[in-house]
């Protein structure tokens, strides 16, 4: 099992910053591919970015592509989202979860975090 809490969500201004965290204990993080996702309102869940174990493989939605950054610290057992140039179409609950390998479909993550809110301004 692996457990991940998100957090860093919160209310920003169009154009501002803000960086996600998410902390996982249990089995090891290092071997697990990790994905953050988001989910609007009224809306699908939706991938947002994925980074591999190890190589630094990344993947990310065109929407967000340039503008938001995923990092790991396998020490820390974390996985950050730093998310740029912020828009109000950003607003969502956002989770992190991990997956056995990289991947961009929510059917290959077997473990979520509870979300973290982040709203975005106009």
């Known amino acids: 099992q692996v457990q991940l809490v998100e957090s860093g969500g919160g209310l920003v201004q169009a154009g501002g910053s803000l960086r996600l965290s998410c902390a996982a204990s249990g089995r090891t993080f290092s071997s697990y591919a990790m994905g953050w996702f988001r989910q609007a309102p009224g809306k699908e869940r939706e991938f947002v970015a994925a980074?591999?174990?190890?190589?630094?493989?990344?993947y990310y939605a065109s929407s967000v592509k340039g503008r938001f950054t995923i990092s790991r610290d396998n020490a820390k057992n974390t996985v950050y989202l730093q998310m740029n140039s912020l828009k109000p179409e950003d607003t969502a609950v956002y989770y992190c979860a991990a997956a056995s390998t990289i991947a961009t479909s929510r059917e290959w993550y077997d473990y979520w975090g509870q979300g973290t809110q982040v709203t975005v301004s106009s």
């Open positions: 980074r591999a174990w190890s190589g630094g493989i990344t």
